[in-house]
């Protein structure tokens, strides 16, 4: 069974710290993992994609990549209270590309 | 705009009964997926579609039928064989249906039992 598996929380930040949200993965197939933002009653939305070892920044955000120890994290500077969220962490099936999901970080920024 | 249109927003279903919810697309994306999302629970895979007029099952497809005649349109009927279809029910959509294409959402359908 493949599987995606995130730390539920919540994970509780004060505002302006640095958020650290982390995600690991037992497809070593897997090429392509994204973390998605969902507010409550929403649906969830793409913050950012990465496909190759390292970091990737955008804005206040950096997913970092680590497939030799199949983890994924995201990484969120200046946190804000519209960050409060839960996060998302998609990982692409090896075998058949289909993503399979976590079930979310939930964060939550203290002004 | 671009986007991925669902609808209803709220739909309640009674016993015995077949209900369909809409999931239309108009980024000319290739692809097209539903899914099921329970409280604390990450997203499960009920279909999904690459081509027009071809689908695969994913996770969860029974009690669930689609089609995909149009390349805009995923139509979900949800069936009275599914015993438990209280969920949130998102709709997606990506370019392809290959590894590295990241999926976009519509604003999804709120299904509860009356």
């Known amino acids: 069974q493949k599987e995606v598996e995130q730390n539920s929380g919540p994970l509780s930040v004060p505002e302006g710290a640095i958020a650290s949200l982390n995600c690991t993965y037992s497809?070593?197939?897997?090429?392509?993992f994204f973390w998605y933002r969902q507010y409550s009653g929403k649906s969830p939305e793409l913050i950012m994609s990465i496909y190759s070892n390292g970091d990737k920044e955008d804005g206040r955000f950096t997913a970092q990549l680590n497939k030799a120890s199949q983890y994924v994290s995201l990484l969120i500077r200046d946190s804000q209270p519209s960050d409060s969220a839960t996060y998302l962490c998609a990982v692409n099936s090896g075998s058949n590309y289909q993503l399979i999901w976590g079930a979310g970080t939930k964060l939550i920024i203290k002004p | 705009d671009g986007g991925i249109t669902q609808s209803p927003k709220y739909l309640f279903r009674k016993e015995g009964q077949n209900v369909t919810l809409s999931c239309e697309q108009n980024l000319n994306h290739d692809a097209m997926y539903w899914y099921r999302q329970d409280p604390g629970q990450g997203l499960r895979l009920i279909y999904y579609s690459q081509i027009v007029n071809d689908f695969q099952k994913g996770d969860i497809a029974e009690g669930y039928s689609v089609s995909r005649e149009k390349k805009e349109s995923f139509p979900l009927t949800v069936t009275s064989a599914q015993k438990n279809p209280t969920a949130f029910y998102l709709c997606a959509s990506s370019l392809t249906g290959t590894r590295n294409q990241p999926q976009h959402f519509g604003d999804g359908t709120r299904l509860s039992i009356l």
């Open positions: 497809d070593r197939g897997s090429q392509s």
